[in-house]
Nanobody
Framework: QFEFVESGGDLVQPGGSLRLSCSASGSISSIHAMAWYRQAPGKVRELVASISSSGTINYLDSVKGRFTISRDNGKNMVSLQMNNLKPEDTAVYYC????????????WGQGTQVTVSS
């Protein structure tokens, strides 16, 4: 079973930055897309950012201009640089692969907690 392990979450003040990392248990080079999701308390999990194997990137409107997704196929890792964090970014963040039809690839990991608060 293909697995992902997220890390880098922390408590940060509004306006701060964090860099999340995701390590895959196998090669990600042939996975159609890698994505970051988040789930805030009481809310459904939402797609935050995705990057395809060809480099096409998409972001949730609310994070455009603040978050940057990247993938390193050689290291089987995906990162999410988050700048100018806001309290509404507070959530557990997960990474996972995606098929071209949008369905998930691999197992959900434990996620990493991001808390934005003063």
């Amino acid at each position: 079973q293909f697995e992902f392990v997220e890390s880098g979450g922390d408590l940060v003040q509004p306006g701060g930055s964090l860099r999340l990392s995701c390590s895959a248990s196998g090669s990600i080079s042939s996975i159609h897309a890698m994505a970051w999701y988040r789930q805030a308390p009481g809310k459904v999990r939402e797609l935050v950012a995705s990057i395809s194997s060809s480099g096409t990137i998409n972001y949730l409107d609310s994070v455009k201009g603040r978050f940057t997704i990247s993938r390193d196929n050689g290291k089987n890792m995906v990162s999410l640089q988050m700048n100018n964090l806001k309290p509404e970014d507070t959530a557990v963040y997960y990474c996972r692969g995606r098929y071209a039809n949008g369905l998930g690839f691999g197992s959900w990991g434990q996620g990493t907690q991001v808390t934005v608060s003063s």
